[in-house]
């Protein structure tokens, strides 16, 4: 399968729009991703992420400040004719949920998610072992207090467990995770 045949349309927005203005094109289209593009070509994409936390970084009003000022620069990008599989090796090796999709010209046409993908390929899902101590606050409530998170993408559960534990053991230079924690949590990573 293609990336042509899974990608949304662009929807693209200029590097001098204002940022109220990004902010209300990606809630009105319940989207988490806008290109930013000059003449069809991509200088970067902003990101309902971006907004967050670089923007409210700054401490401005968002009317006051221009989708350039906190966009991401460079955006990553697919061909319209690449595989739904390399895609997907993309934003794995670029740690991105989000890819810009382009024609040969470089001119953008689309935008494909992790999510998109999901469905049309099959990857063994992340597990991440949260390892944690029982803390007990002022009232005597026990809390938990994360000590550490280790995240492995193969095998099954148990061996994703084993793995985890067999590394924190190690960074925590214990004979038995028991020594440090009191627990452990095993949750799926969501792409």
């Not at 042509?4 to 094109?25: F, N, Y």
């Not at 069809?40 to 401005?60: E, K, P, Y």
């Not at 938990?144 to 998170?149: A, D, G, I, P, V």
């Not at 084993?162 to 214990?174: G, K, L, N, P, Y």
Request: charged letters at 25%; a negative charge.
């Amino acid at each position: 399968m293609l990336v042509k045949d899974i990608m949304r349309p662009a929807i693209c927005i200029g590097p001098q729009d204002s940022l109220i203005a990004a902010a209300r094109k990606l809630s009105d289209k319940k989207i988490g991703c806008l290109p930013v593009c000059d003449r069809g070509q991509a200088l970067g994409v902003l990101t309902d992420r971006d907004i967050a936390m670089r923007a409210s970084a700054h401490g401005r009003n968002l009317t006051d400040m221009t989708v350039r000022e906190v966009m991401s620069v460079g955006a990553l990008s697919c061909l319209l004719d690449d595989t739904v599989e390399r895609a997907a090796q993309l934003m794995q090796q670029f740690h991105v949920r989000r890819l810009v999709v382009v024609t040969r010209e470089k001119q953008v046409v689309g935008v494909i998610s992790t999510s998109d993908i999901s469905g049309f390929i099959s990857q063994p899902r992340p597990l991440e072992v949260v390892f944690y101590k029982e803390l007990l606050d002022d009232s005597g409530h026990a809390h938990r207090s994360e000590l550490m998170r280790v995240t492995i993408a193969t095998g099954s559960r148990e061996e994703a467990t084993s793995a985890a534990i067999r590394e924190f053991e190690q960074i925590q230079h214990v004979g038995h995770w028991r020594m440090v924690a009191d627990g452990y949590d095993l949750l799926d990573v969501d792409p």
